[in-house]
Each structure stands twice: as structure tokens, then as C-alpha cells.
């Protein structure tokens, strides 16, 4: 498989969503969110999605230029119509008002409705502890996960990040869905012909995809961990759909299938905490720091040394900073197809 530069996909992915009629202002939030995923090894939710992205703009699904409209509850309370806009670009906006809210009340939370698929949570989440606070976010989905011991899908994989800063920039990162695994990774198993592991879909045996997925469709990803999982998810939509009066999960419509000139009407919840409001401002990131480091200088239980929560996807960003992203052979495709400038003249054809 081929590896490019961030730069480069940079370049090529900006200048496809500028033709494609996103503002200036907004397409450094599309490019950079898939990046975010891209370059920490999260390939499921990176680079991959820009042609579902663009074929969502192309149908109506998506809105390039979005009215975004705004509700200040309270003080700490902010609600935003996005307006069907691309999921990245509600995100963003709303990260950036989580921020504002936290740095003046101490506490900051955005409910957000009427938006699309917004990438990997942990983009949002860990934007806010770069700007010193506990960020939390996360989506609600279409329905693809049955809950602990049904047969249907009732939930979406309702995507949850929680991420804090430490001392010398670094952050503690959970970024999880709330199913097994995403419905993102099972669709590319099923096209690399490759096995599904055990638990990711009910009833499959772990050797097949014989009557687990047919003609291409999965019946049912499994939460995760049981009634753990379907629990998360269910609060994950109580958090998203239901403070924002939103559709709930099985309501929604599938990302990867039309009707793609509908809205899906997806709805997130943004939550930002300022630790200076708990009168910790001086301590917070050292002992973030200092928690992290006693985690992972805990007795291993094999050659693989304990890790935190990130620190999977910060080797990975260290290896394609150094050594650029892995790209399939369709994303390669669509991206000289999308290089206008010549960009990729000095990568193979």
C-alpha cells in the first residue's frame, strides 16, 4: 500500500471540498477532522470518508454553505441548528463555542441538531484539552447495534470521547464507540473478503460471513461489552437526540446508502470544563501527567507494555508524521483523480 504525505492529502482533499462549494472558513475543519484520523491510524473515520463526504454535498444530503442557526439557553447553555452542514463543520463550530462557554462559566455545554456524520469524537474532544479544558463529545447514529439481548439494530455505534490535558502538551484520550467495532470497519472486511472476528456481529461464528452479512448488509454489530455498551448507547442518545429533540437513533438514515438528497438530521452534545472553576488551575495537568505515567509503569502482562488511553493513536501519528499515511487503492484513485494542481506528479500512476 502507498503512503502520502500529510501534505499532500492535504492539499489534494482542501481544493476537493473548494470545488465542491464548502466556505473557506470550513474546509479546514473537514480536512484537518480527517486527517485527525488518518494520521493517528483511525482509518475507519480519516481520509476514506471524503468521497462519502462529497457525494452528500452532491446529492442535497449535505448543505456546503449552511445557515447555522443559534439558542442560548443559559449562561453555560448553548443549542445550534446546523442546518444539515457537513458533521466536521457543525463540530467545529460548536467545539468552538464549548470553549467559550467553559472560559467564562466554568462550565460549557452545546447540543446540536440537524447535522451529519462528524468523524471521529475524539477530534472534538481533544481539540478542547488543547485549549486547556476536559472536553467530552459525542454523536448519536443510525441504527446498527442490537441491544444486549435483542436481534435488531436499535442503536447507532453513538460514538463517546472524553479527553484531558496533561503537562508538556500531552493529552489523555478515550475515544470509543459504543458498539464492538464500527460499522465502517465490519464494510471493509466484507470488501477484503477477510473473517469478522468473534463478538463484533451477533450470531457470527468467527470463521464467516456466511449468514452474518448478505448481499452486503450487516444484520447487527453487538454492543460493546454486553449490557454495558447497550447502556452507553442508550445515554449517549439521551445526551444527544433527546436534549436537542432530535430524531432518535433508528429514526436516522445510513451514511454509506441514499436517500442521499435527504437530511439525516444527526444530532452530538459538546461538554467543556474549565479545571480553574474547580480551583485546581495549577495541578490539573501534572496530575494528568503523573496518572498517565503510574498506568503505564504498571507490571505488564505480556511483551506489550501497559498504555493509556491515546497512546496507540500517538505511535501511529509518529510513524505516518515520519513515514506519511497508508492509502488504499480506491482513496489513491480518487485522489489523482481530485489533484488538479499536479500534486501527486512525483507519486506512481
Given at each position: 500500500?502507498?503512503?502520502?504525505?500529510?501534505?499532500?492529502?492535504?492539499?489534494?482533499?482542501?481544493?476537493a471540498?473548494?470545488?465542491?462549494?464548502?466556505?473557506?472558513?470550513?474546509?479546514?475543519?473537514?480536512?484537518?477532522?480527517?486527517?485527525?484520523?488518518?494520521?493517528?491510524?483511525?482509518?475507519?473515520?480519516?481520509?476514506?470518508?471524503?468521497?462519502?463526504?462529497?457525494?452528500?454535498?452532491?446529492?442535497?444530503?449535505a448543505?456546503?454553505?449552511?445557515?447555522?442557526?443559534?439558542?442560548?439557553?443559559?449562561?453555560?447553555?448553548?443549542?445550534?441548528?446546523?442546518?444539515?452542514?457537513?458533521?466536521?463543520?457543525?463540530?467545529?463550530?460548536a467545539?468552538?463555542?464549548?470553549?467559550?462557554?467553559?472560559?467564562?462559566?466554568?462550565?460549557?455545554?452545546?447540543?446540536?441538531?440537524?447535522?451529519?456524520?462528524?468523524?471521529?469524537?475524539?477530534?472534538?474532544?481533544?481539540?478542547?484539552?488543547?485549549?486547556?479544558?476536559?472536553?467530552?463529545?459525542?454523536?448519536?447514529?443510525?441504527?446498527l447495534?442490537?441491544?444486549?439481548?435483542?436481534?435488531?439494530?436499535?442503536?447507532?455505534?453513538?460514538?463517546?470521547?472524553?479527553?484531558a490535558?496533561?503537562?508538556?502538551?500531552?493529552?489523555?484520550?478515550?475515544?470509543?464507540?459504543?458498539?464492538?467495532?464500527?460499522?465502517?470497519?465490519?464494510?471493509?472486511?466484507?470488501?477484503?473478503?477477510?473473517?469478522?472476528?468473534?463478538?463484533?456481529?451477533?450470531?457470527?461464528?468467527?470463521?464467516t460471513?456466511?449468514?452474518?452479512?448478505?448481499?452486503?448488509?450487516?444484520?447487527?454489530?453487538?454492543?460493546?461489552?454486553?449490557y454495558?455498551?447497550?447502556?452507553?448507547?442508550?445515554?449517549?442518545?439521551?445526551?444527544?437526540?433527546l436534549?436537542?429533540?432530535?430524531p432518535?437513533?433508528?429514526?436516522?438514515?445510513?451514511?454509506?446508502?441514499?436517500?442521499?438528497?435527504?437530511?439525516?438530521?444527526?444530532?452530538?452534545?459538546?461538554?467543556?470544563?474549565?479545571?480553574?472553576?474547580?480551583?485546581?488551575?495549577?495541578?490539573?495537568?501534572?496530575?494528568?501527567?503523573?496518572?498517565?505515567n503510574?498506568?503505564?509503569?504498571?507490571?505488564?502482562?505480556?511483551?506489550?507494555?501497559?498504555?493509556?488511553p491515546?497512546?496507540?493513536?500517538?505511535?501511529?501519528?509518529?510513524?505516518?508524521?515520519?513515514?506519511?499515511i497508508?492509502?488504499?487503492?480506491?482513496?489513491?484513485?480518487?485522489?489523482?483523480?481530485?489533484?488538479?494542481?499536479?500534486t501527486?506528479?512525483?507519486?506512481?500512476?
Amino acid at each position: 500500500m502507498i503512503r502520502l504525505s500529510q501534505k499532500v492529502v492535504e492539499t489534494i482533499v482542501s481544493q476537493a471540498f473548494r470545488d465542491a462549494g464548502v466556505r473557506d472558513e470550513h474546509v479546514p475543519f473537514v480536512v484537518e477532522g480527517l486527517l485527525y484520523a488518518s494520521m493517528r491510524g483511525i482509518d475507519s473515520h480519516g481520509i476514506r470518508l471524503g468521497p462519502t463526504y462529497l457525494r452528500e454535498i452532491d446529492g442535497g444530503r449535505a448543505v456546503a454553505c449552511p445557515t447555522l442557526s443559534w439558542t442560548e439557553r443559559t449562561p453555560g447553555v448553548r443549542c445550534l441548528d446546523a442546518g444539515a452542514a457537513l458533521g466536521m463543520v457543525a463540530g467545529r463550530v460548536a467545539v468552538r463555542a464549548t470553549e467559550e462557554l467553559a472560559q467564562r462559566c466554568g462550565v460549557g455545554a452545546v447540543s446540536v441538531t440537524n447535522s451529519n456524520h462528524f468523524g471521529a469524537a475524539g477530534y472534538y474532544a481533544r481539540t478542547l484539552a488543547e485549549r486547556g479544558l476536559v472536553g467530552i463529545a459525542m454523536s448519536n447514529s443510525d441504527a446498527l447495534v442490537a441491544p444486549f439481548g435483542g436481534t435488531k439494530p436499535l442503536w447507532g455505534t453513538n460514538p463517546l470521547s472524553i479527553a484531558a490535558p496533561g503537562a508538556h502538551g500531552e493529552i489523555a484520550c478515550l475515544d470509543m464507540a459504543t458498539s464492538q467495532t464500527s460499522y465502517t470497519k465490519v464494510r471493509l472486511a466484507v470488501r477484503d473478503q477477510a473473517n469478522v472476528p468473534r463478538g463484533w456481529v451477533y450470531g457470527q461464528t468467527g470463521h464467516t460471513l456466511e449468514g452474518i452479512i448478505e448481499a452486503g448488509d450487516i444484520s447487527a454489530l453487538a454492543p460493546l461489552g454486553g449490557y454495558k455498551g447497550h447502556g452507553l448507547a442508550m445515554m449517549v442518545s439521551v445526551l444527544c437526540a433527546l436534549l436537542g429533540n432530535a430524531p432518535f437513533d433508528w429514526d436516522l438514515t445510513t451514511l454509506y446508502e441514499p436517500p442521499y438528497d435527504a437530511p439525516r438530521k444527526i444530532s452530538h452534545f459538546f461538554l467543556g470544563l474549565d479545571p480553574r472553576a474547580f480551583g485546581h488551575p495549577n495541578h490539573v495537568c501534572g496530575r494528568v501527567t503523573e496518572l498517565m505515567n503510574h498506568v503505564r509503569n504498571q507490571p505488564a502482562a505480556s511483551e506489550c507494555s501497559v498504555r493509556c488511553p491515546g497512546d496507540l493513536e500517538e505511535e501511529a501519528m509518529r510513524d505516518r508524521s515520519e513515514n506519511g499515511i497508508p492509502i488504499p487503492d480506491d482513496i489513491f484513485d480518487w485522489l489523482r483523480e481530485s489533484d488538479r494542481d499536479g500534486t501527486m506528479a512525483s507519486v506512481r500512476n
